[in-house]
């Protein structure tokens, strides 16, 4: 047997204030004072009978969870604990649980621990041994709550609390779960420095299995590839003179491609050129033109001075030989006519001598000097764009086919890449590659050689702690098993009992194979009604069957366990949902029975109930069994009403009435 | 292609500046205003009617486009006015006034059938309303002051080509204005426009104070 006591919560007062599931009268919330025996939370769907359940329930763990944990496969998880945030309280109300708070009162052994948690954060608030504070920071004191228990971890105290006084829907189970059971095992019947240990070893051990595990498929992978790399290098002749090759064809079209490159450089420098020669020539040209218009327009205008802009505009254009802004041409076949109209001083359009014309007269001489001058010049320049424009035609050619030369060789480039990157690829690595690859398989070689041999020493660790807790575990099979068949035979028609034998089991994947202790159900049964048969498990009974065994379990483990004067709580969620009607009596039977039991500290039995007409809170509240004054002056006291205390959903706002008076009947002598 | 190009690009500006009440447009300010608008059409995905140009004494100017006004203006697209020829220490210079003309709302009908000719119009829309926008006095001077026109090393006579978006610095300077906002602040095509032409405004009033 383990030298630790262990204490195990139970409790004793519930307040829940200012959260708004449950305002309870006039606004006050919840407070309750357990007595010995059982509670019933009483509500309907929606009300927050688990919420309830779980409010106790984080009074106790706060926001502390394993970092994996799967309670139908506990043996999966592991043993390091995370502070997880939660909303799981917060996100049921519209104020997201401020100011809320539950302060809970267990008793664990005889010693009285108070704990004051805000409801939105689960933070502990306020902490009294026996109505002495205790400060610290929020790990220390959540420890202190661990410490109560007697339990050497915050995991094993987490496992107690959460699998085993707990029965809720998610449960471990504990009779039909082999490493379920095993874990409790381990928690109440090791020493608990050696529970530690064991717990620790299993994680650790698992990890280097999963480490070695992942480490041989890598290692086997690589070990493939090196050796088809290795049969390659019989190959390596003929690949390295294609790479070589492939190399040369890569060189030569870079060689290519910077020749275009420079001679396109080069073409478009000249092209920016000739534009930049061109654009100057054309406003050296526009202003020999806007000169030579200028002096020939004073001669129309002096004569024509109300000519509109556009005729004059386009005479002006004609007469300095600056195309035809008529028809578009450049070179008008009678641009000199004009001019020559204008040295007469005739009109221009009638060729008449009039009275206009002559008051001008004639163009001037040295006007005509100038403009002659300017003819000269026009006509180098004339000739000097045309040239630049011919020069800008072939650069512009020259450009788009050296754009198009480059196009084709950088596409012969990009090609000849690739081919040579997969060339390069396909080549067996170096003497020098493979020796690299080659240590590296080795070190890993050695590091899952390590490895083995540390899973080996630890196991063999573990097996000597599991050979421990065995004999522990076996000294106590007589009792368990003994009270077991006491509750068990309360619950079922069937006989019932227990047998013990070992478990065989895997640490980790490839672990060595264990021998787990383990108790299994015997039952004898219709076709079988002498002779129990195994029934290993839970689907081999029925549906109630299944949840009394394991709650009979439970009952016959705390016996085990307990020390004689200490109380024990279990909490049970709607446990009418899985029996028939005559279970529901008899569960009822038992669970007040064993509540009620005990000569120092109290059992108590808190089990949320739905109003569905079955007789389950009579049942669990004995009613047939008491007098009328005493249903009147006990039965108030054993009940957490929540269509009283609950914020109304639309159920109980429509139906409120007819609910109360279902429970009223229920509770009636 | 490129004549008739022009001529959109020219009509299209010139019914803007009605529209934006700068009609009738001098000479000097349709080829300021080419300029300008040939150096943000990156701005709106458009292509420059030309990224060359030659550094001029009397500022923007474009020989083929000129001809191109007169052509347009013969044909009636749009009107010329108040044609004088003027010499003095810059040499000759033709002045003119160009407006709308009698065939200006067919050809415009016309050109605004296409996507391409919808896309350019409304373009050269927000070109001119940013230009109005600004005071009348630093108008025909704002060109002057463009980041091309007066990219560093240019000098008299210098040929500029902004034909590469990353030498084209009056874009740079309009998109650049995003960085100084504040993040969630990000500009508009339309904005950076706007905010360019008050940025050479600022430039010009700076100059003159």
């Known amino acids: 047997m383990a030298n630790t006591i262990i204490r195990f919560p139970v409790l004793k007062r519930l307040k829940v204030s200012d959260y708004q599931l449950f305002p309870g009268t006039n606004g006050k919330g919840i407070d309750h004072t357990f007595e010995r025996g059982v509670t019933v939370v009483v509500g309907i769907n929606g009300l927050g009978k688990t919420t309830l359940l779980n409010i106790i329930l984080r009074s106790l763990l706060g926001f502390n969870e394993p970092a994996k944990f799967d309670p139908y496969d506990p043996a999966a998880g592991s043993h390091k604990m995370v502070e997880k945030e939660t909303e799981y309280f917060s996100s049921r109300t519209t104020n997201l649980a401020e100011n809320a708070r539950v302060e809970a009162e267990f008793a664990f052994g005889s010693d009285r621990l108070k704990i004051i948690r805000h409801l939105d954060t689960l933070a502990i608030e306020g902490l009294y041994l026996n109505d002495k504070s205790i400060t610290g920071e929020q790990d220390e004191l959540q420890h202190e709550i661990v410490k109560a228990s007697g339990l050497a971890t915050l995991y094993d105290f987490f496992y107690v609390v959460r699998s085993f006084t707990f029965f809720l829907e998610d449960k471990v189970s504990l009779i039909w779960n082999p490493s379920g059971q095993f874990e409790i095992f381990r928690i109440l019947f090791f020493d608990p420095t050696k529970a530690k240990e064991f717990a620790e070893l299993a994680d650790k051990i698992k990890r280097k299995d999963s480490r070695y595990r992942n480490l041989r498929v890598y290692y086997n992978k690589a070990m493939e590839e090196l050796k088809r790399t290795e049969a390659r290098t019989g190959n390596k002749s003929t690949a390295t003179e294609e790479l070589r090759l492939k190399r040369v064809d890569v060189n030569q079209l870079e060689e290519s491609d910077a020749a275009v490159r420079r001679k396109l450089e080069k073409a478009l420098l000249g092209r920016t050129m000739i534009l930049e020669q061109i654009q100057k020539t054309r406003l050296e040209l526009e202003e020999d033109r806007r000169q030579q218009e200028g002096l020939l327009d004073s001669f129309f205008s002096r004569a024509f001075p109300d000519l509109p802009a556009i005729v004059s505009n386009i005479l002006n254009h004609l007469d300095g030989d600056h195309g035809c802004l008529v028809c578009g041409t450049a070179n008008p076949k009678k641009r000199h006519k004009f001019r020559d109209l204008a040295k007469q001083g005739v009109c221009p359009f009638c060729e008449t001598h009039n009275i206009r014309t002559e008051k001008v007269g004639a163009l001037t001489a040295r006007a005509e000097g100038e403009i002659n001058e300017i003819e000269t010049r026009l006509q180098g320049k004339r000739k000097n764009l045309s040239a630049l424009e011919a020069g800008l035609t072939k650069s512009i050619e020259l450009v788009d086919a050296l754009h198009g030369e480059r196009a084709t060789i950088s596409s012969k480039l990009i090609a000849a890449q690739g081919e040579l990157e997969q060339l390069e690829a396909k080549l067996p690595p170096s003497q020098e590659e493979l020796d690299k690859k080659r240590k590296q398989l080795d070190s890993e070689l050695r590091e899952m050689k390590n490895l083995r041999l540390e899973i080996v020493k630890e196991t063999k660790r573990y097996s000597t702690l599991l050979s421990e807790g065995r004999e522990n575990i076996e000294r106590l099979a007589t009792k368990l098993t003994k009270s077991f068949q006491f509750y068990a035979g309360a619950f079922l028609a069937e006989k019932c009992n227990l047998s013990y034998r070992e478990e065989k089991r895997r640490l980790g994947e490839e672990g060595e194979l264990l021998s787990y202790p383990n108790f299994h159900v015997n039952m004898t049964s219709a076709v079988s009604p002498k002779m129990g048969t195994p029934r290993k498990e839970d689907t081999q009974v029925s549906e109630s069957q299944k949840e009394f065994v394991d709650l009979a379990f439970r009952m016959a483990l705390f016996d085990a366990v307990r020390q004689p004067k200490d109380g024990v709580m279990l909490v049970i969620e709607t446990p009418e949902a899985s029996l028939d009607s005559i279970f529901v009596k008899k569960a009822g039977d038992l669970l007040r029975k064993f509540g009620e039991d005990g000569k120092g500290e109290p059992n108590v039995i808190i089990a949320s109930c739905n109003l569905n007409g079955t007789d389950i809170v009579r049942s669990l509240l004995g009613i047939d069994a008491l007098d009328k004054e005493a249903v009147k002056k006990e039965v108030p006291k054993k009940i957490i009403n929540l269509l009283k205390l609950a914020a109304p959903n639309a159920a109980v706002r429509e139906d409120g009435k007819t609910y109360q008076a279902e429970l009223d009947k229920a509770l009636s002598k | ?209």
């Open chain 2, 1 to 209: 292609m490129l004549v008739f190009t022009t001529r959109v690009w020219l009509v299209f500006l010139v019914d803007a500046a009605y529209r934006a009440g700068l009609n009738p447009l001098s000479k000097r300010r349709v080829h300021r205003l080419v300029f300008l608008s040939n150096c943000l059409a990156p701005l709106f995905q458009a292509t420059p009617n030309t990224a060359q140009i030659v550094k001029y004494k009397h500022g923007p100017f474009y020989p083929l486009i000129q001809w191109e006004l007169d052509r347009l203006a013969t044909m009636g697209v749009l009107t010329i006015d108040n044609l004088k020829y003027t010499n003095d220490d810059k040499g000759w210079w033709v002045s003119a006034d160009y407006g709308a003309g009698q065939m200006m709302d067919p050809v415009l009908t016309h050109c605004r059938q296409s996507a391409y000719g919808q896309r350019l119009g409304d373009y050269l829309n927000e070109v001119v309303a940013g230009f109005a926008s600004l005071r009348g006095a630093a108008l025909d001077e704002v060109a002057l002051r463009d980041e091309n026109y007066n990219q560093p090393g240019a000098t008299a006579d210098s040929f500029i080509d902004f034909s590469e978006q990353e030498e084209n610095f009056s874009l740079r300077t309009a998109r650049a204005f995003r960085d100084v906002l504040p993040t969630n602040l990000v500009p508009t095509q339309k904005e950076e426009l706007f905010l360019y032409m008050r940025f050479l405004e600022a430039l010009v009033t700076k100059k003159t104070n």
